[in-house]
C-alpha cells in the first residue's frame, strides 16, 4: 500500500521557518546561521526581553539620570531610505588601552617563568590576582611585566607569547574598552538619555519546548519607540548577530533595528543590512525601512604611554636608530630611539604574502567579539598605495612626526591587503638614501652607448636606486606597448606619423620621467605633501649602437618636429598616466614622495640642528641596502636585459604602408629637479579641509578617513604617547616674500667634484641642476636655492624602428 509519507512537525517547522527568512541551502537540525545552541536539535522560535534587563545609558555613561528624555534624542532618520548619514566632520573618541605600552615584551626566560609563579605556587589564578595587586601597588612595570607573563603562565597554551599577548591580551582589553567608549561617546552625541533609554540590553532566544539556546546583547534600546541598536566602530557585522536578529524580528513583530557605525558601511555590510531590512518588512506587509544603518565618521584613539624597556619600537623613520648593523631592522626597545604608532602596528600586523593575509583576516574576525578592529581588519589597507605625506616634529632627541596615505582595500575579506612592512621599509630606506646622499649621486641611465655609466655605484646598492632603474626599464615596455598598432591607441598613432616613401616614420627618441610641480604646504611645523605627480619627456636622440633590421627611413628636421608633435600627443599622455596611477610604478612614486620629504628635513637640518644631521651627505647607505627578495640585484645584469632588449627587438608590430604590410621592431627616468610649490593657507584650508586635523590625529588613531571617503592617513612618532588626547600644534607663520627667487645656479652641496662620477648630460633646452619653475611670481620659501636632483638620466630610451621583412597585399 502507497502512503504519503508524513513530515515530523518540527522539520515542517524548519522548513517553513526557512522559507519565510529566505535562507539559502540546505538547513540542518543546529538552527538559523549564527545562532549558537546547547542542543543540536533546538530549532530558534521565539525571543523576549530578558526580564529586569538594561541599564539607563545617563547613568552609566555620563553619571546623571535625566528627568525626561529630549525630543531631540536619537539618530537622524531620512524617509525613503534605511540609511541615514551625519555629514559633519570627523570626530574623536579616547579610549584605555595600558596594555599596549608592554608590546615590546619577548617571551619569559626561564628564570622569568619561575618568579611569574612564585607568589602562590600551584595555584595560577591566586598568583595571577597576587601580582595584580602588587602591580596596582607599586606601579612599577616591572610587576606589571610579571602580572602578564603570569597570565600567559596560568594556561597550558599551545601559542607563543607573542601571539597570545596581541590576539588574546591587547584584544581583549580593546574589546572591552574601545565598544564601551565608542557607545558612551554616541550616547554623549545623540542624547541617549532619560528613561527612554536603556544600554547593555538582552534578547533571550528560546527552542519551540521553551528552553533557551541564545542570547543576544544590544547596545541601546529605546523602551518608547521599541528600537533595538547595535553599535559598531568598525561598521562590520557578524552573521552571528544577524542570524539571532531575524529570529528576534519574526517574534518581536512591534521592535526595529538600528546598526550605528563609525566608519562607512562597504558594499557588503550595506547588503547584508539591506537584505535583513527586505526580509522583515515581508514579515511585517506595510511597513517600510523595519531595519536602518547609520554612519557617523569617528576616530578612535588608544590612551596608551609606552615606557622604554617595555614598549615596541621599530627602526622606520628613526635617524637614531640608523648605527645598528647593515640591513639588520631591528626592535630598539630599551634605547632612545625608534618609532611607534597606529601605522607601525598596521604594518606589523600585515601579512606578507597574500595566503598569510588571508589567515591573519579570519583569525582576527573571529577574535573581533565587539566589532572593534580598524576598518577592513588587518587586510584592510592597500599597503601598495602607501605613500609618505607629512613629516614634522624635527628637533635635536625627538627624531620626527610622519602620517602616509592609503587606499582602502575594497573587499578585505576575500582580498587582503598584504606587504606592509615590505613598502614601509622601502619608504622608510628611500627616505634616508636621499639624505646621506648628495644629489650628484641621483641618477640613472639606461643607453646602450654607455654600459659603463647606468649610475653611481653606491646609489645602485640601494633599493631607492633599484626601483628607479627598474621604472626606467618598464617605462620603455609600456611605451612600446603603448604604440601597439592592435589597440585603437596604436592604430590612430601610426596613421598620424609622417611618412617617408609611404612608410610611418620616426626618429631615435629619447625619453625621461621628471617631477612635475609638487603641491605642498609647510604649516604646523612640518610639510604637506599634497600632490607629487610625475611627468613623462620625450625627445629625438639618435645612438651608435644599432637596433635590429634596417633603417626604414632618415627623417629631416621637419619630419623628427611632425613625429615629434604625434608621440607628445598620442603616446606621452596614455604613459604618464601609468606612471601615476598604475600599480607597477607604485614603488616609484613611494620614493619620490620621500625624497620630497628629504629635501624639506635637509633645509631645516640646516636652520637647526636635528637628529638626521649625521646622516646628511655622509656618503655611506650600507644601512639601507638592497633587501630581500632583491639582495642579489645587479644594475649591470638590467643594462643587459636592456641592451638585448635594444638590439633585438620587443615588440612586432604589423604596419599598414603604402607599399603594404611592413614588420617593425622597436626596442628611459629624469628626476632632474624637483620642483615643489608651497601653496598658500587660503588654498590649503580650501582645497584640503580637515587635512591638518586628520594627519594629527593620523599618529593616534588606526583608521583615520580622510573626510568622507576611502582614503587613510596612518602614521606614528619618535614617542608613540597617545596618553595625553590629540594634541594641537603651533602652526608655524606662512613664509614670507624675503626669499630671493631661484637661480639657475645649484647649490655648493649639489654640485659635483671633479673626482666624482659626471651625471649625464641634462634634457635639451634646461640649465642643469637647477629648480624648475614652480608657475608661480611668488618666492617659494620650502625651496629656495635647492638642487633636488633626483635623477640625471643621459640617453635614456632609444627607440629604433627597423625594416627586418616586408611584404605586399
Not at 607563543?160 to 581583549?172: C, G, H, L, P, V
Not at 544590544?218 to 557578524?238: G, H, I, M, P, V
Not at 539591506?274 to 565618521?297: S, T
Not at 612626526?401 to 578585505?412: F, H, I, L, R
Amino acid at each position: 500500500m502507497n502512503r504519503a509519507i508524513r513530515t515530523p512537525r518540527r522539520w515542517r517547522l524548519v522548513a517553513r521557518f526557512a522559507a519565510a527568512l529566505g535562507l539559502a541551502g540546505a538547513v540542518t537540525l543546529t538552527g538559523l546561521p549564527g545562532v549558537p545552541v546547547e542542543d543540536s536539535a533546538a530549532v530558534p522560535t521565539t525571543a523576549r526581553l530578558k526580564p529586569g534587563t538594561g541599564k539607563r545609558c545617563d547613568t552609566k555613561h555620563l553619571g546623571k539620570a535625566y528627568g525626561t528624555t529630549p525630543v531631540n534624542s536619537g539618530f537622524p532618520t531620512a524617509p525613503g531610505t534605511n540609511f541615514d548619514k551625519w555629514g559633519g566632520d570627523p570626530k574623536n573618541f579616547n579610549y584605555p588601552l595600558p596594555g599596549k605600552a608592554f608590546d615590546g615584551l619577548k617571551a619569559p626566560t626561564a628564570a622569568e617563568k619561575t618568579k611569574a609563579l612564585s607568589k602562590v605556587p600551584g595555584d595560577p589564578k591566586k598568583n595571577v590576582e597576587a601580582w595584580k595587586e602588587q602591580a596596582a601597588k607599586t606601579n612599577d612595570p616591572a610587576d606589571k611585566a610579571m602580572e602578564i607573563y603570569a597570565r600567559y603562565l596560568e594556561k597550558q597554551r599551545s601559542q607563543s607569547f607573542e601571539r597570545w599577548f596581541d590576539k588574546t591580551y591587547i584584544r581583549n582589553e580593546i574589546n572591552l574598552n574601545k565598544g564601551a567608549a565608542f557607545e558612551a561617546r554616541l550616547v554623549r552625541d545623540f542624547r541617549l538619555i532619560g528613561p527612554d533609554w536603556l544600554c547593555e540590553v538582552y534578547v533571550e532566544i528560546f527552542d519551540e519546548n521553551g528552553k533557551k539556546i541564545a542570547t543576544r546583547k544590544f547596545d541601546a534600546y529605546n523602551q518608547r519607540t521599541k528600537e533595538f541598536n547595535e553599535f559598531k566602530s568598525n561598521s562590520t557585522l557578524t552573521k552571528k548577530q544577524l542570524g539571532n536578529d531575524r529570529v528576534i524580528a519574526r517574534s518581536m513583530p512591534d521592535h526595529t533595528f538600528r546598526y550605528s557605525g563609525a566608519k562607512n558601511f562597504d558594499a557588503k555590510q550595506r547588503k547584508l543590512i539591506d537584505d535583513f531590512n527586505r526580509d522583515v518588512e515581508q514579515m511585517r506587509p506595510g511597513k517600510k525601512n523595519q531595519v536602518r544603518g547609520f554612519q557617523r565618521q569617528y576616530n578612535a584613539i588608544p590612551q596608551t604611554k609606552p615606557i622604554r624597556g617595555y614598549s615596541r619600537y621599530d627602526t622606520w623613520f628613526a635617524p637614531g636608530c640608523q648605527g645598528g648593523p647593515a640591513g639588520q631592522p631591528r626592535l630598539a626597545a630599551a634605547s632612545s630611539c625608534g618609532t611607534r604608532g597606529p601605522l607601525n602596528d598596521r604594518i606589523n600586523g600585515s601579512g606578507r604574502t597574500a595566503n598569510e593575509a588571508k589567515q591573519i583576516q579570519a583569525e582576527a574576525r573571529r577574535l573581533d567579539t565587539r566589532g572593534t578592529l580598524p576598518r577592513g581588519g588587518p587586510g584592510g589597507v592597500d599597503f601598495t598605495t602607501l605613500e609618505l605625506r607629512y613629516v614634522g616634529g624635527l628637533a635635536k632627541g625627538k627624531g620626527m612626526q610622519y602620517s602616509m596615505k592609503a587606499d582602502m582595500m575594497p573587499d578585505p575579506d576575500e582580498n587582503p591587503g598584504f606587504g606592509g612592512q615590505a613598502s614601509m621599509q622601502l619608504a622608510s630606506d628611500a627616505l634616508f638614501t636621499w639624505l646621506a646622499l648628495t644629489p650628484d649621486k641621483f641618477w640613472v641611465n639606461l643607453n646602450p652607448d654607455e654600459p659603463h655609466r647606468v649610475m653611481d655605484a653606491k646609489f645602485a646598492s640601494t633599493d631607492a636606486g633599484r626601483v628607479l632603474l627598474e621604472a626606467d626599464l618598464r617605462m620603455k615596455h609600456d611605451f612600446y606597448k603603448a604604440m601597439d598598432p592592435k589597440t585603437d591607441l596604436g592604430k590612430r598613432y601610426w596613421a598620424a606619423l609622417p611618412k617617408e616613401n609611404g612608410n610611418p616614420c620616426m626618429p631615435g627618441l629619447r625619453n625621461w620621467i621628471e617631477p612635475k610641480p609638487a603641491q605642498v604646504r609647510e604649516q604646523d611645523g612640518g610639510i604637506y605633501i599634497l600632490d607629487a605627480p610625475l611627468a613623462l619627456k620625450s625627445t629625438a636622440q639618435k645612438t651608435v649602437t644599432q637596433g635590429p633590421g634596417e633603417p626604414i627611413c632618415d627623417p629631416g628636421p621637419e619630419e623628427i618636429k611632425a613625429a615629434q608633435k604625434v608621440v607628445d600627443s598620442m603616446i606621452v599622455p596614455e604613459v604618464e598616466k601609468m606612471i601615476n596611477t598604475a600599480p607597477q610604478y607604485a614603488d616609484l612614486r613611494r620614493v619620490y614622495t620621500s625624497r620630497v620629504a628629504a629635501e624639506w628635513i635637509r633645509q631645516q637640518d640646516a636652520k637647526k640642528e636635528s637628529d638626521f644631521r649625521p646622516i646628511i651627505n655622509s656618503g655611506d647607505v650600507s644601512k639601507w641596502p638592497l633587501r630581500a627578495p632583491n639582495e642579489k640585484w645587479d644594475k649591470d645584469e638590467l643594462f643587459q636585459r636592456y641592451r638585448k632588449i635594444y638590439i633585438e627587438g620587443e615588440f612586432t608590430y604589423d604596419i599598414d604602408t603604402d607599399h603594404g604590410v611592413r614588420v617593425y621592431i622597436v626596442g628611459g627616468v629624469d628626476f632632474s629637479r624637483q620642483p615643489k610649490k608651497n601653496i598658500t593657507k587660503v588654498r590649503f584650508d580650501t582645497e584640503n579641509r580637515t587635512l591638518d586635523t586628520t594627519t594629527r590625529t593620523s599618529m593616534q588613531a588606526d583608521d583615520t578617513s580622510y573626510r568622507d571617503t576611502d582614503i587613510l592617513y596612518i602614521g606614528g612618532d619618535s614617542s608613540g604617547d597617545t596618553s595625553g588626547g590629540t594634541p594641537t600644534p603651533t602652526p608655524t607663520p606662512t613664509p614670507t616674500p624675503t626669499t630671493p627667487k631661484p637661480t639657475g645656479e645649484p647649490t655648493p652641496t649639489d654640485r659635483p667634484s671633479q673626482s666624482q662620477t659626471p651625471a649625464p648630460s641634462q634634457s635639451p633646452g634646461r640649465p642643469g641642476g637647477d629648480l624648475a619653475d614652480t608657475g608661480s611670481d611668488t618666492p617659494v620659501g620650502t625651496i629656495a636655492g635647492v638642487a633636488a636632483a633626483v635623477i640625471a638620466a643621459g640617453a635614456g630610451l632609444v627607440w629604433w624602428m627597423r625594416r627586418r621583412r616586408s611584404t605586399t597585399g
